[in-house]
């Protein structure tokens, strides 16, 4: 055997180890792995339909009817076949759907019942941020609130708020009944304007039963009037109330010629024998001015801690000074 003629033994080894089609077993097999794939592939298609790129435009498949789910559509537009007349302190979360609001803004209308909340006239239903505009105007025609029916709600809340804090008290709703109110139209700026009643509460004394006959107050509000009270030591201007989380002063102006503070009933205490957990729980003081005030009665003595060194230390504001000066002790 000669140089130039092939081995039969070397002969085998190519053809164990590319094939004789050229090919390693190893690309062989990949080969067959992506044949079956594809195959794999056009028998999914097959069974399930077109594939997604063939579909109609949208994205939605030929012959698929789709409808909007209710108070889906942008803005919370509506039909006007989707319009009935509903009670804004019982309708459900699904009623208001079908009238065009989204679920998360017929949650909202839920939650400001479920807090004490009480829609007394059509004109209180515009005051939810989730209510557009023109979401009210159209509606406007279908809210229904009963004669009778809100008072009774607004009592209900509050003597439940009562009976929760340990403080509830017999209120007869047919002996102190809840004011009526008067409404004027102001035509100049197109709104309506509500003209208060011979109603005053004295808002340190008062309980949540007489706080709820307040314009916009619930047993919700109610509540927060009075832990903010005790906090604070009493209020010795009722304008202390828009310092409140959620009485702005829109909600404020509805009532305020309703409300007085008796500020005899404010209660004082000393800077210099308040405690560090007295201080840092008061509201217009806080931890961090409350440390500070320790720390200067121990540096420079109590008779230190007076306002105007506060001040001067900056662990109060100007303002906050003259709020702090009628819960200070005098020395």
């Known amino acids: 055997m000669t140089g130039r003629e092939k081995s039969p033994g070397r002969e085998n080894d190519r053809e164990h180890y590319y094939g004789k089609d050229g090919l390693t077993k190893s690309r062989a097999v990949g080969v067959t792995i992506l044949m079956g794939a594809l195959l794999l592939f056009q ?46 302190n019982t309708i459900s979360a699904d009623s208001l759907v079908l009238l065009g609001f989204t679920r998360k803004q017929a949650q909202v209308v839920l939650n400001y019942r479920a807090k004490g909340g009480v829609f007394r006239r059509k004109e209180d239903f515009a005051k939810i941020y989730s209510v557009s505009a023109q979401m009210y105007e159209r509606l406007y025609d279908y809210i229904t609130v009963p004669a009778g029916h809100a008072g009774n709600i607004g009592v209900a809340a509050a003597d439940s708020f009562a009976g929760k804090r340990g403080r509830k008290r017999q209120y007869d709703s047919a002996q102190e009944p809840v004011p009526e109110r008067s409404f004027s139209r102001d035509t100049a700026k197109g709104r309506t304007i509500w003209s208060p009643p011979e109603l005053i509460v004295e808002l340190n004394g ?84 409350a440390r500070g005030i320790l720390l200067l009665r121990q540096r420079f003595g109590a008779e230190y801690c007076t306002l105007e060194n506060l001040e001067r230390e900056r662990l109060v504001a100007p303002g906050t000074r003259a709020a702090l000066k009628h819960y200070i002790i005098e020395k």
């Open 206 to 289: 008062a309980d949540s039963a007489e706080l709820v006959r307040l314009y916009g107050i619930g047993g919700y509000y109610a509540g927060k009037i009075i832990a903010y009270r005790e906090r604070i030591g009493n209020f010795y201007t009722p304008e202390q109330l828009m310092e409140i989380s959620g009485i702005d002063s829109t909600r404020y102006h509805g009532f305020k010629d309703n409300v007085v503070a008796d500020t005899s009933m404010i209660r004082k205490f000393s800077l210099d024998t308040a405690s560090w957990h007295f201080l840092s729980a008061h509201p217009y003081i806080g931890p961090y001015a």
């Open 43 to 88: 028998l999914i298609v097959f069974l399930t339909g077109e594939p997604e790129e063939e579909s109609g435009r949208g994205g939605e498949k030929p012959g698929k009817i789709t409808m909007d789910e209710p108070g889906s559509r942008p803005g919370g537009a509506l039909c006007a076949d989707t319009l009935f007349e509903f009670n804004p």
